[in-house]
């Protein structure tokens, strides 16, 4: 079997699983909180339509951030309350869930009871019916396939939403998409999106189940569809075995083909040590330092320049050891972090243009390029030009380019690979930087900081020598053409591996 | 048995009751006539307390319905509404035995009770697993009739009961509800606008317009009333029965 779908489908069982257990927990708050506040707004006109108005609100903030939103919140709420909250995995993704699934639910329990023939309202009030009695004897049991179809509309969107859970690091089908989005691994996208389907699909099945059971007054449908249910949460639940003894240790990665790759190293080195491992991939960039520095997750890879600009809010450039020694010290104090030390490579923002395109224009280093630029055109990725790098070149530099572009990483490379620009803001490791013969422009000026990637260490893992022993032979053993050739295994289209695979062609050296 | 002591309701700005008082022995058979609009339902649910009064007293059993469980005093009353208000997702036998099972009544008294009271509206036991939705308008409406009946209330609160139904349905539920009246010796009150069920199956006729009692006489009596707004109501079944009489005679 092709190795990256044998890798997707080796991954699937554990994603589905923890898929499923958060799903199915967003659904069952968002039923046990929905319902009641159908019933409770369904008699209160104004508050009717204020709460409608509220859950139809809530879902037009787009999923993703929803649960982005989560993160800080829970974190300053556990910081306020000295509570230990979990800010990243699954309480962040069941409570965006949750809120995400009451629109249908209350939205159909409103209609369902104000669905209900007056009639037989007013029957069941002159028979002597309490309120609870006539809900659950005549207004659930008449507005239930309205209820139901609701429930069901929450399920699919719920299951279909939970792929995003991953960006908060909680495991679920996403992991697949995400990472295979990433380094262009469409198997992986296809499984994943393969796997929340199938589970979506199942849901809507199993309620349409229990909702014919109950319109045909069919008892086997319903105790098959409750059954089904049932057998659901026990897979979701259920630990499958007893888990070993050995200590879990959980490593971040954010959401681009290297840190995929160092994730893999890192979780190889530490399976080897004895750790049981888990993932938290796709993370955002900021959310991953904080989630270590909370201790969400154990370990991950950062760059020098980027803890020094975006966590520690500096805006000076310090030579490269310099900043290191300062980091060391900065982050240690401040959060606790450990720095294991520098795994011997940069990714830094570095200008590049193609070999033959720097020799026509004779440019070599940036203050040559300052001279050409108002000819030429700059492609440059996403965020590159609202970042502080940016600016300090552009400053230093005095850089007025003819024109700007901004492309997703991918595409940036093949805008310089075919001429559609000139200069590109690359990644220093990058691969495709020897795959396309580019050449790195130099920065005289040292106006670029410095982004030595680092190992980092949560504050609990800060003195233990085991742990830190288990790592420390990564620390100074991959070179950057090492690094690059990694990651254009990932990256490239033909003769693509897994970022596990090329994380052992890494590690092969010693 | 029943009494209303200067009852008043108000609706918004209107008045829907205005100082009714009316009192219903035991074992009588009172209908509630008048126009749309007379305050004829409202007297009712202020019985049972579906409507609040907002002046006046209403006693059942010389208790004052306010002092009274008002779950316990719905489920002491066998009500019947117009449009019927069976459980469309309940058997016959679930509907009929619905009373008693909030009462807490055991369940295996349900087969028995269930067979006896189809028996006593006059409908084949063989009904008792059926749908409402399978039944026509009289049989669904003696199914209600028995589901009031349930838990051997003494007193029927009847809203409209037949106003849906086919005038010959109509004829002979009315007078087969006349006759469990009599049998079970229920103190009924009857609202409907068809002034010839009223005068045919009740001991009194109490006539409400614009929310007071316009006259409370027996069937006889009310026939000869001189007040106009009476003989506009009675004159119509009057004049058909004169009709159809000499049409008998041929004339």
Redo the contacts between chains.
Sequence with gaps: MNPALAEALGDLPVLMRAHLGVSLAAIGIGVAVGLPLAWWAWERRRVRGALLGAVGLIQTIPALALLALFYPMLLVLGQASGLAIPALGFLPALIALSLYALLPIVRNGVAALAGIDPGVREAAEGIGMTRRQRLLLVELPLGAPVILAGIRTAAVWTIGAATLATTVGQPSMGDLIFSGLQTENWLRVLVGCLGAAVLALAADGVLALVESGLARRSRWRVRLGLGLIAAALLVAFVPWRNAPEQETVVIGAKNFSEQFILASAIEERLRAAGYRTERRDGLGSTVAYRALAAGDIDVYVDYSGTLWANILARTDNPPAAEMRQQLSELLARRDGVAVIGPLGFENAYALAMRRERAAELGISSLDQLARSAPRLRLGADLEFLTRPEWRAVERAYGLRFAEHRSYSPTFMYRAVADGSVDVISAFSSDGRIADLDLVTLADPRAALPSYDALLLAAPRRARDERFLGALRPLVGAIRVDRMRQANLMVDRDVDKRTPAEAARWLLADY | MIELADVTKRHGAGTALDGVSLTAAAGEFVALVGPSGSGKTTLLKSI?R?AAPDEGIVRVDGRDVRDMP???????IG?V?????????MTVAENIW??PR?AGTPATEREGRVAELLDLVALPREFAGRMPSSLSGGQAQRVGVA??LAAGPRIM?MDEPFGALDPVTRDELGRSYRALHDSLALTSIMVTHDMAEALLIADRIVVLIDGRVRADLPPAELLSSQDPEVRALVDVPRRQAERLHALAEGR
Aim: aromatic share 8%; proline share 4%; glycine share 12%.
């Design positions: 049972n579906l008002v779950t316990e005093l719905r489920r002491g009500y509404i117009q449009g019927i208000g069976l459980f469309p997702h619905i009373v909030l589901r009031a609160l």
